[in-house]
């Protein structure tokens, strides 16, 4: 009975002592609702998100080569590179065209500058109308040619005067001079072409001083005058090139040379069927 008691009053004292509890809200309920909530608006605005592939292993990274590997052997050097519309673009070698249409090369022996023509008066009854060209000893003959005329001057009392030579006779020994010579000549004019034996003065007897009068312009020039003469040799480089260049010769080398292709070109001219080929 004494321990009914006792149980009864342990009872009623911790029923004292018993704090009540209230009710509050779900706490994580309301949150869950919200998340929800948060989701299904996310979901309803954003678009799907597409299928992606499986990303492949990407491969390491290439590793850079030691210093000394790159001070002895250094990069090569690589030209800028610019798209094709700009202005300082240059097309690569294989894809560019020539910078100018190629012409077939002229030989510099071979026809007049352009503008002139190889056709020119005649300056002299035994020229021809062609430049450097005189007409064949046949020809001459046939027309009564047979005095060829030029003028000299003095080196001593500088006058001048008209001078004859006579064509046959002095073709004749030009000719023979070749005929004789021309083996141990090897494509060079002789000394006695080089420094020409003038002819003396007929008013101041001086000997060796009368020296041809050659024309300024090259188309005037009294080449077979000359030839006949043997004076060749007082022409210049430049105006025997000028031969050559008109007869279709070479005209290059020294001028020992070039005056042994001008003296066998007029001979050939004054006689086709000569001796007088290279």
């Known amino acids: 009975m004494a321990n009914n008691q006792e149980l009864n009053r342990k009872r009623k004292n911790s029923h004292d002592f018993q704090i009540p509890i209230t009710k509050f809200p779900d706490i994580h309920q309301e949150d869950d609702e ?33 210093l000394h590997s790159l001070l002895s052997h250094p990069p090569p050097h690589l030209p800028l590179q610019l798209p094709p ?30 503008g002139k023509s190889d056709i020119v008066p005649a300056p002299f009854p035994w020229a021809t ?17 047979f005095t060829i005329v030029g003028y000299v001057q003095c ?23 070749i005929a004789d010579h021309k083996a ?13 034996n003038l002819p003396s003065c007929k008013f101041c007897q001086q000997e060796h001083s009368m020296k041809p009068i050659i024309a300024e312009k ?12 043997q004076m060749l040799g007082c022409c210049t480089l430049e ?18 040379r070039v005056l042994y292709l001008t003296y066998l070109g007029l001979c050939k001219q004054l006689d086709p069927n000569g001796p007088f080929d290279r």
């Open 155 to 177: 080196k001593r009392c500088e006058r001048s005067y008209e001078l004859e030579f006579d064509l046959r006779q002095k073709f004749l020994e030009v000719g023979t001079f």
């Open 218 to 229: 090259k188309k005037s020039i009294n080449w077979l005058f000359l030839l006949l003469g």
């Open 34 to 66: 919200s998340t929800d909530f948060s989701l299904s608006l996310s979901l309803s605005f954003h678009p799907p998100t597409p299928h992606r592939p499986p990303r492949l292993p990407q491969p390491p990274p290439p590793q850079s080569p030691p």
């Open 85 to 114: 519309s700009h202005p300082l673009f240059i097309p690569p070698p294989s894809l560019a065209g020539p910078s100018r249409p190629l012409r077939a090369r002229r030989n510099p022996t071979q026809a007049p500058r352009e």
């Open 129 to 145: 109308n062609r430049r450097a060209t005189v007409h064949s000893l046949d020809h001459l003959i046939s027309n009564q040619i």
């Open 184 to 196: 141990t000549m090897h494509d060079r004019a002789p000394a006695i072409w080089m420094n020409p």
């Open 239 to 256: 105006q025997l090139k000028y031969f050559c260049k008109h007869t279709k010769n070479h005209r290059t080398g020294a001028k020992d």
